[in-house]
């Protein structure tokens, strides 16, 4: 049972555009949602969290997006760089502490 | 974010070998550690949760005896993939957290790549 889905497997986006990366959930249990950016032979990087009791968080150029009667969140690149290229893991949990998470989707801005 | 470094980063052995796996957190102490398997082109699935001074907590379906958890500080935890076989080849990667109240993500290490021939 895929709790965690992004269903996505790549994405590819114009540098200077906008990135758009999106996440669906099932568990309405989850009460922290994250962010993470993984590049090859590397460990994930937290980039950014939201609470379930907030529909939106923003970083710097990242913002996450809650929708929870979707069960559906979304994370936004703007401006995308080519640094931003790696693979973006959603993952979500229950209390902060185990994390669920999805499969990936690997992004490559292009410039 | 913490320092989290995990060794060795790459191993590779003879189907039967018993495989010790490090994760240090450098920069603060964690109270709560996480050991993750990850498999190509699938995502991480957490394997065990390792608490400072008490046993690790394994994740349904992960054999307690086949992968060894000792966390015996706040900044060292130790995964054991005992008698490891071709099947146990995968991306292993730790997590810590500083828990508390309130929320913290994990942070992770580099992963260690797990090759049993």
């Known amino acids: 049972d895929q709790q965690v889905k992004q269903n996505s497997p790549s994405l590819s986006v114009q540098e200077g555009r906008i990135s758009i990366l999106n996440c669906d959930y099932t568990?309405?249990?989850?009460?922290?949602f994250l962010w993470y950016k993984k590049y090859p032979a590397e460990g994930p990087t937290f980039l950014i969290s939201?609470?379930?009791?907030?529909d939106k968080n923003e970083d710097g150029r990242f913002t996450v997006f809650l929708n929870k009667s979707a069960k559906h969140l979304s994370l936004h690149i703007v401006p995308s760089q080519p640094g931003d290229s790696a693979v973006y893991f959603c993952?979500?949990?229950?209390?902060?502490?185990?994390?669920?998470f999805g499969q990936g989707t690997r992004l490559t801005i292009n410039p | 974010g913490a320092v989290v470094s995990q060794h060795p980063s790459w191993v590779i052995c003879k189907s039967g070998t018993s495989v010790k796996i490090e994760c240090r957190s450098l920069d603060f102490q964690a109270t709560t550690m996480f050991w993750y398997r990850q498999f190509p082109k699938q995502s991480l699935m957490l394997m065990a949760t390792?608490?400072?001074?008490?046993?690790?907590?394994?994740e349904q379906g992960v054999e307690k005896d086949k992968f060894l958890i000792n966390h015996a500080s706040l900044t060292l935890s130790t995964l054991t993939v005992t008698s490891a076989h071709p099947e146990d080849s995968s991306f292993y990667i730790c997590s810590v957290w500083g828990g508390g109240q309130g929320f913290s993500p994990q942070h992770f290490g580099d992963g260690t790549r797990l090759s049993i021939l």
């Open positions: 939201i609470s379930s009791i907030k």
């Open positions: 390792s608490n400072e001074g008490s046993k690790a907590t394994y």
């Open positions: 993952a979500a949990s229950e209390g902060a502490q185990k994390l669920v």
């Open positions: 568990n309405s249990m989850f009460d922290y």
